[in-house]
């Protein structure tokens, strides 16, 4: 299957700082991603849909100021969350629709972001 | 999005098949059955999808009723890294849409 890979895996930063998580679909095209979040115990919850060139699309209760999303090129997106508190630790998942893989989506390994 | 069914845990032994069952009983007809699963700490992982035929790959098979409201997947031989939460989705298969997660079914696969 096609292969969507994250960075970084883990971090750690300090309160009111913010933090970038890259995603790369390393063997195909992308116009589409999408962001989630899962917290322990939980399903994924959809943060928001990545448009390669266009602005990102959120969903609801989900800050867009907050977490900035940029899909600058057809094999990057990215996640920055701003000001970072220690309510928003979780696991963030990124994932991209392979076009050529008959639209399967294919998911990042995942980065785990504390906040401390 | 046609909304899942699935038990929330099973177990299985190690060697045996394992039949994981998902009830899909509003789907539209332009809406596949796509099945994921997420292994502890891990991004979800791609299985298997279908529309109305049975489909098999090199890890797993897939199969749904005729009248569609239904789908197992089978996996052959259960190993112990098959453990995981395993979801089945029922989605249109277009550019722009997106895969609601549902609850899933844990299962733990038993030496």
């Known amino acids: 299957g096609a292969v969507v890979s994250q960075h970084p895996s883990w971090v750690i930063c300090k309160s009111g700082t913010s933090v970038k998580i890259e995603c790369r679909s390393l063997?195909?095209?992308?116009?589409?991603m999408f962001w989630y979040r899962q917290f322990p115990k939980q399903s994924l919850m959809l943060m928001a849909t990545s448009n390669e060139g266009s602005k990102a699309t959120y969903e609801q209760g989900v800050e867009k100021d907050k977490f900035l999303i940029n899909h600058a090129s057809l094999t990057l997106s990215t996640l920055t969350v701003t000001s970072a508190h220690p309510e928003d630790s979780s696991f963030y998942i990124c994932s991209a629709r392979a076009r050529s893989g008959g639209n399967t989506i294919y998911f990042g390994e995942g980065s785990w972001l504390t906040v401390v | 999005d046609a909304k899942t069914t699935q038990p929330t845990s099973m177990d299985c032994a190690e060697g045996r098949a394992a039949n994981l069952p998902c009830n899909h009983s509003t789907i539209s007809g332009n809406e596949y059955v796509y099945w994921y699963r997420q292994i502890h700490s891990q991004g979800p992982q791609y299985i298997i999808h279908?529309?109305?035929n049975n489909e098999t790959n090199e890890m797993a098979s897939l199969i749904i009723t005729e009248d569609r409201k239904s789908s197992t997947l089978i996996l052959p031989h259960a190993t112990l890294r098959d453990t995981a939460v395993y979801y089945c989705?029922?989605?249109?298969?277009?550019?722009?849409?997106?895969?609601?997660f549902g609850g899933g079914t844990r299962v733990l696969v038993k030496p």
């Open positions: 989705i029922a989605q249109i298969k277009a550019a722009g849409n997106k895969l609601t």
């Open positions: 063997d195909f095209q992308a116009t589409t």
């Open positions: 279908g529309l109305k």
